[in-house]
């Protein structure tokens, strides 16, 4: 029939078709898929597997990271699909299932040692066809879901600089004024089964930590307010005593930087970041229900991307806390990572990659969690030599490495806790090199 | 080479090209996504979490259900990944996948709380090229599945009128005249690890349940047969003695009107439900391998959907059993809910949605599951401010809201089961609020 | 504004916009979604779940695969995300995540009883813009994955003939000449909580069996070479007794023909394989920690397909091997099996098929994981009649089937193995028919 037609009409329906088409192609209407995944062999000098992470220092069971290049055991992987309408009066919905999985077994059946599991299930609403004023420009959303803009991290230490993940609602993007523009959420998470009677360790009790949050943007500053309340977390038993916090408050201040610190082209980020009672996990904000009533935590962060030449990438980070009454009355954890990763870009296709990280850390436990106090310094030096479908740029994945890592650290920080990767039980000694493969990828 | 092309030829292949495009765009052939999917917090005044979900009274246990306005505690939602294919000869083919979630924790790290799993894996074809006759419009399935017309709801109450499924094969639309057409399948369910020991409760048995099912329409009427073996179910220990069922009969006479009962615009359903033995379980046919040998069950479910005026929507429903010698000889469940849900549209985006519940049972349950007989009411109102990409009719979907929820109930029910909902040994009482977020999709 | 547009502007602009989204439509570019899915009910002649599984004789504990035609009782499946990109420079890069599953439940929830689990995640680039010489052709990729050339299998028999999977890095296509091309990899696999003490059970150990591999191809001819080392692995305790093997070698010769054995028309495989030590597991390479540090296999794998008649199709096939001293000095395992699958057209949508299977075995196994030594034949027939979308060829999927298979073997075998499923506490007996229904899909 399309003999019929006259060329205008047959232009006019294909172009109809084609605007139907093209949204669904793309991924604007209907389903996508995004991805974050690592995988990857670390094997130490006997080709066993090594220890590894960039938590696998003493600071690091309570935040301090170091560099990740080389130092990455386990795949990793999120798998996020995603489904996006419009309706006819011009609202979008926005719903967005994520699935991760994490395990450092290198077989491909890990029904036993796998953990997949559902990380976010959650709508999202925007360009309300019937909201107004300060309203005009917001979104909404509820269900389980890390927040859209409290999730920015360092990447050279697998470390956001905060984050905020759970269940909740909220909005985004109310905006009172060209210079201000703010989010408010409410989030709760789930303190599932602590200790709450200090003669049976088997009785346990439950319960909610709920976040109340406003998100605060002038320009190129955040300021971020969080309040939370976990009732009865005051029954949880933490070193034999019930004083843990039921309340707490965090804040940060930070810059988001378009250039490299002023000095040349690139970007930065540095903030400040503030917290007391169950507010002192200063990263993942009100995830930790051991904090003691008079916990209090400050932690800096800082980094910056710049091209140092033509083909020389440098990315440098500092990220650095000290608190105290953290767990225990009298406590002190104090430590502070700086970490540079450098890159030489060498053809389309091929890159050298560097990681320098040196950790000194301080740490006075009291004995909380069977933890000895150590006080000490780590390093780690990475070489990664790293394929890639197109070099340039901080943020280009996928990537595909190999990597020779040298680690050094002093003799105390074995004595931490049993069962840590540097301690004394683990095969994983002082100034040992370390060698693997790994890919990385996200879009 | 375009431009050696003519106009027509360039027309003739743009219009080839996009026909091919069309159909995968859209869905009608390759990979598609379809999803159910809840969220929500629910809290009581305290600000922890409350329990809930339309099975939570006593009723509940034996398929009474609530409104669920309010009412949800989880996170549940099936990602269903569908493949169609077009055989040369015009068959059709589809795969449908569906990968399911349930948890009530908060966080977004559930792998230990979590409970991904397969519901359905099953292919199905339909238009087959060589089928003529009766079978001129057939379908044919075999896997795991939820039977493509045996799982309709009454969707306020959560609850299927019947659902069937399970892992089997079956034939679709054998069309005996236009005025009959009929379904016809086998499924087998599992019964894993019963008791089949009356001294050892430990020592446990396998069985299958196997359900063939002539499920006919004509027009407006739906007859529904099952008939049900599980071979040596009768082995199984159910309140000390061996007396459960090893067959069962399942029907149901059901009218799916197109208006609301004949007064008004609108839609309702109704459906009379008898089983005994195995099928005495009347929503989920032949899921429960407790029942009696000597177990009757007979189930109503009503609801309809109108609109009371421009702007307010009405959705009344009712579900009613009563059960004899369900699972213990003599023991007798009579339940019955009243259910209404009331929204009125105020915006393009908004509605106010109200819901009220009452139910009243009367259980005697001769200590079934060390399980108290009782005998009272159950009531439960909610106010829901309602956000919604497009405002209008019953299943619209997205949905975010914050509710308030209202229950209460007569204290007898509080013996029935120790680490009920509503038990003595629960934090939930009756003349409560409870308080929420939540979001629901479907797509 | 089309209509200022020329003719010749708009046929320009739609021809550049379909070629944006066409490969996004049939999976070239961005999302793509591919499977493999079985699911099925397998009843005995009591209308209850029958054991089955190509490996379920005494031989299958050791690879010795029977038909699978009528004889699988489980639902498996595979979904396999993949995300496809190619970069300004012309690089293409292939993310796949394969998730997997699998239960012996009819169950539509399986939680508790499912496996759901990553197989499969890592990234492969093609096309690399700077790659010249004999990596012009190349590939190279790094992650979790299954090989992509060494799982080849004989699918009637559910067996690989050789299956290489699990965490590295290697490089595909490596063209030396015309008539020789390689692939270099080095793959991990884990060793996880093997016994380590003779004395105490419970104290186990942990290792990593490392896989070089060269696999060329010079035509027709394949030539496989492995060497593997599982550094520590001969602290394993194997029957009483640390003599594991801590490092092996497997090689196979195999011919990928294309003609039914130069006799007609269609396909043939053959494939001799050896391994020693930690190689003695033909099939899975280096998957099996347990074996003797004298273990030695060789394994022969012959299949082909052909048409006998225009509507008769036959595919028949041989898996056999023998090996010594596997897991304890002086064992012997030996087993052959025949196959042959016939099917015979009959419509467009309607095939009868037909499976044999006869296996003979002799297995000493001087007391491995209990095992009895044994020596009999299995023999297995199923005649299954068949749907599908279209008729015609080998690998048309998906399949509709109902089937019935008889089998028998001898009492010997019973003996083999406690919880066996031809064993003598098992309600399967020899010369007995089974039943059911079964679909399968891949795409």
Known sequence: QAQDQTVEERLATLEAKLAEVEPKASG?????????????????GDLQSAPGGPYLTPAGSVGGAVGRLGNEPDTYLEAILNYKQVAENGTKSHYRLMIADSTTSSND??????????????VEFSNLASFSGIFDDAAIWAGKRFDRDLNFDIHWLDSDIVFLGGLGAGVYDVTFSDSLKSNFSLYGRSFLEFPSDIQDQDITADTDNLI??????????QWLINGMKAQENDLRVVGGVTEAAETGLHTMLAYHGDSFFGISDGSFKAAIIHGTGLGAETKNIGADGDLHEDAVSTRVAVYGTTYLSETWRFAPAILAETSEDRYIKGDEYQWLTFNARVAQELSANFEMQYEASWQTMDLTTLGYQSRNSVDGDYSRFTVAPTFKPQVGGFWN?????VFASYSTWDDELETYASGDALGV???????????????????
Request: hydrophobic share 40%; net charge negative; glycine share 10%.
């Open 28 to 44: 604007l209407e209907g389903f996508s898929f995004n991805t974050y995944a690592r995988s990857g062999l670390l094997l130490n």
């Open 397 to 401: 994945r996928p990537e595909i490495r």
């Open 212 to 221: 109340l949050t406003a998100n605060n943007y002038f320009g190129n500053v």
């Open 109 to 122: 059946w890990t029904a036993g040692d796998g953990a997949l599991n559902v990380r976010q299930a959650y």
């Open 425 to 443: 039980d683990s095969d994983f000694e002082s100034s040992q090199w370390t060698f693997g493969t790994q890919m990385e990828i996200w879009f």
